[in-house]
């Protein structure tokens, strides 16, 4: 299934068009499923949902497992790795979020966004928003979390903008090593380089992966890639 945009971006675009128009925004959605090729929403959500992303990825992670998910800006990399926690906290783990970007309350509604109730996970779901987070910071967060536990790390590059942390490469390893011996799965959003021209190739890869300073990719065990509303999945 080829949606023109990520189902957030079509739900935006329905409220923009409910707003303009003044018409209610169930006929919005509607409206905006039917540009997709859908008879109704409900009918493009169910698609939607048949499809589980998160689940299809998760069936595919072992503990231990280094992941990333990467994408241009607006592509989804943010939802899709919470469709990832969702996943393991619908099995019974725990989910960690690590951000140096968004607010708890920004978070809280992208769970909206991919249909889950955070009140359903309240008891599974960690929110940190640290200006501390590094590798060592989540290493010391981290190390009473039981095997199996989800963390997304919010995102790759940043844990390397400060120049009182160690590089980068030594923190991914030392991520790396804990993430072996506790039995973690780790979920590093990351950015794609601007060069990535999706006109030559419908998706990014991992040479595209935007690295500012050098970074041994084969650190990582399995990768994601978004674009347009589809998802490849990939080893390193």
């Not at 599974?124 to 963390?151: C, K, M, Q, V």
């Not at 790396?176 to 999706?198: C, N, T």
């Amino acid at each position: 299934m080829r949606l023109s945009a990520p189902v957030h971006h079509l739900k935006r675009q329905a409220r923009l068009l409910s707003r303009g128009e003044n018409v209610p925004l169930h006929t919005a959605l509607d409206r905006v499923a039917g540009e997709e090729g859908f008879a109704s929403w409900s009918l493009l959500a169910a698609k939607v949902a048949e499809a589980a992303p998160g689940d299809r990825l998760l069936a595919r992670l072992i503990p231990g497992d280094m992941v990333l998910v990467a994408a241009r800006p607006g592509q989804g990399k943010t939802l899709m790795s919470l469709e990832l926690a969702v996943a393991a906290m619908k099995q019974g783990d725990r989910a960690v979020f690590f951000t140096l970007e968004y607010m708890h309350a920004d978070i809280l509604g992208r769970f909206r966004d991919i249909g889950a109730d955070p009140a359903d996970f309240d008891h599974l779901f960690t929110f940190d928003n640290s200006d501390a987070i590094s590798a060592a910071y989540i290493i010391e967060a981290l190390r009473s979390a039981p095997r199996g536990t989800l963390a997304v790390i919010d995102y790759l590059q940043l844990l390397d903008q400060k120049r009182e942390n160690p590089d980068l490469m030594v923190q991914i390893r030392a991520l790396r090593s804990f993430a072996r011996e506790r039995g973690l799965v780790l979920v590093f959003i990351s950015q794609v380089d601007r060069s990535y021209d999706p006109a030559r190739k419908p998706f990014p890869d991992i040479g595209d992966i935007r690295l500012p300073n050098p970074l041994d990719l084969s650190l990582f065990d399995k990768a994601c890639f978004l674009n347009k509303g589809e998802i490849q999945f990939q080893a390193t």
